[in-house]
C-alpha cells in the first residue's frame, strides 16, 4: 500500500512538472515569436503592427461619428501614439540585447529601421492619424 502511495505520488508530481514546463515554453514561444513578429513586420512594411493600433482604431472611429468628441479622440490618438512608441522602445531594446539576432550588420540595420519608425511615430506621422 505505502508502495502504491509512493507511486502516485511521484506519477502526479511528474504530470505537475511537465505542466509547468509545457506551460513556460508555450509563454516564451509566444512572448518571443510576438517580438520577432512585430520586428519582420516592421522590417516588410516599415509600419508598426497593426495588431497594435487597431483597439484604439475601433474606439477612435466609434468617437468620431459623433462631432462633440474631438477631445476624447485627440486624447485616445495620443494614448495610442504612446502605446506605440512604449512597444517600440522594447522592441529596440531586445533587439540591442537579444543574442537571437543573425550577426551584427543585422542588429545595426534593425535598430535603424526601429528608430527612424519611432521617430516618425513620435512626430505624429501616420497613414492612419495613429502609429503607422
Known amino acids: 500500500m505505502g508502495l502504491l502511495i509512493i507511486g502516485l505520488f511521484t506519477l ?9 514546463i509545457w ?3 508555450k509563454a516564451m514561444a509566444r512572448l518571443i515569436g510576438d517580438k520577432h513578429r512585430a520586428m519582420q513586420i516592421i522590417i516588410e512594411t516599415g509600419q508598426v503592427p497593426s495588431s497594435w493600433s487597431a483597439p484604439f482604431a475601433a474606439r ?7 462631432p462633440g468628441n474631438v477631445s476624447r479622440v485627440a486624447d485616445l490618438q495620443a494614448q495610442a501614439r504612446r502605446h506605440c512608441l512604449r512597444k517600440l522602445d522594447d522592441l529596440v ?21 526601429l528608430t527612424s519608425l519611432r521617430a516618425a511615430v513620435e512626430a505624429g506621422q ?6 503607422k
Open 93 to 113: 531594446h531586445y533587439a540591442e540585447t537579444t543574442p537571437l539576432v543573425d550577426g551584427e550588420e543585422t542588429r545595426s540595420l534593425l535598430l535603424d529601421q
Open 12 to 20: 502526479i508530481l511528474a504530470l505537475i512538472m511537465w505542466g509547468a
Open 23 to 25: 506551460g513556460t515554453n
Open 60 to 66: 477612435i472611429a466609434r468617437l468620431n461619428a459623433d
Open 126 to 131: 501616420g497613414a492612419d492619424g495613429i502609429c
